[in-house]
């Protein structure tokens, strides 16, 4: 399958401080890759990178089998993440302003549709709420219909039920042959949208692959919560070796048809707890694992200021 969005050792530093440490990646045709990371990890700067926006200190970049600044701006899309166009625009105003930048683009009022804003609004664009806003910008970035489409934390400030129906709108391009990359800080739109998943931290990419076996790689196994004031030393001499999280106590390994055997652990020790809930891993987990295992590699452990 034809690879649209390659990166190869990129590197990027600002003022000496590294960015980007060598990044290497790859999107084929109609893929859905997903990028996660910490803030700071360097996010916004590969995509900077990849659309051409900012050019890297090291390594190379192709996008649809040229470099980025001399690939057709009519076959790329791009929602950066801070997008602050005028205020005194209505939806129709602002995307059609986008659409005219183009010469065979989508019909404003079918792209504000698309992605569920009235294209009749007279409301300015600087009065619509945030999620209003977040879907005007992703209108604006869908008016030239792209092969590639680069969207930097698309369903910030959207409410759950507006998320939902962008993430409809991407499954539907997805559907449809458009490639997309993005960046999110919510583990449950990657796992629902991505074919592929990038973990990047502290500037690496630190593990890609499908968001199940990444899980079943990293995500550790099932457990339960048990929400309770007990300490982990009430268990010395039970069967069980319980962690102390802010959650309460996590007892791990446990499958689902074992959870009444942490019940009667507490019940047999005498102690109290408000709930109890079972888990199973998922990309929060290995988000939260190969993020601490990168940042400690590079700090040998030891807590630094950053």
Same mark, same amino acid.
């Given at each position: ?267 047999? &020790?005498? +102690? #109290?707890? /408000? $709930?109890?809930?079972? *888990?199973?891993?998922?990309? !929060?987990? %290995?988000? &939260?694992? +190969? #993020?601490? /295992? $990168?940042?400690?590699? *590079?700090?040998?452990?030891? !807590?630094? %200021?950053?």
């Amino acid at each position: 399958m034809e690879q649209v969005v390659v990166a190869d050792d990129v590197s990027k530093s600002y003022g000496g401080t590294p960015a980007l440490r060598g990044v290497s990646l790859s999107v084929s045709s109609g893929e859905v890759f997903a990028l996660i990371g910490p803030n700071g990890a360097g996010k916004t700067t590969l995509v900077r990178c990849l659309t051409g926006t900012t050019t890297p200190g090291g390594g190379t970049v192709s996008l649809l089998g040229e470099s980025p600044r001399e690939s057709g701006r009519e076959r790329l899309g791009l929602l950066p993440q801070s997008f602050d166009p005028p205020d005194r625009l209505t939806p129709r105003e602002l995307v059609s302003y986008y659409a005219g930048l183009y010469e065979d683009a989508k019909d404003p009022a079918d792209a504000l549709r698309e992605v569920g804003v009235d294209p009749d609004s007279e409301t300015w664009y600087g009065d619509l709420s945030g999620g209003e806003q977040r879907r005007t910008a992703v209108a604006c970035a869908l008016v030239n219909s792209p092969d590639v489409l680069f969207v930097d934390e698309p369903t910030t400030g959207v409410d759950p039920a507006g998320r939902r129906d962008l993430w409809g709108v991407f499954e539907d391009l997805a559907n449809s042959g458009t490639t997309i990359f993005l960046t999110t800080h919510y583990m449950a739109e990657a796992e629902r949208l991505a074919d592929t998943v990038g973990l990047l931290a502290d500037g690496n990419v630190v593990a890609t692959g499908d968001p199940d076996s990444l899980i079943a790689e990293y995500g550790g196994s099932s457990r339960v919560v048990v929400e309770t004031d007990a300490g982990s030393e009430a268990f010395a001499d039970t069967e069980f070796d319980p962690t102390e999280t802010e959650a309460g106590l996590v007892f791990e390994g446990v499958p689902a048809e074992d959870i009444g055997r942490v019940v009667d652990a507490f019940e047999d &020790l005498g +102690l #109290a707890f /408000d $709930a109890v809930e079972w *888990r199973e891993p998922d990309l !929060e987990d %290995v988000y &939260l694992a +190969l #993020a601490d /295992d $990168a940042y400690d590699t *590079r700090t040998g452990g030891e !807590e630094v %200021v950053r």
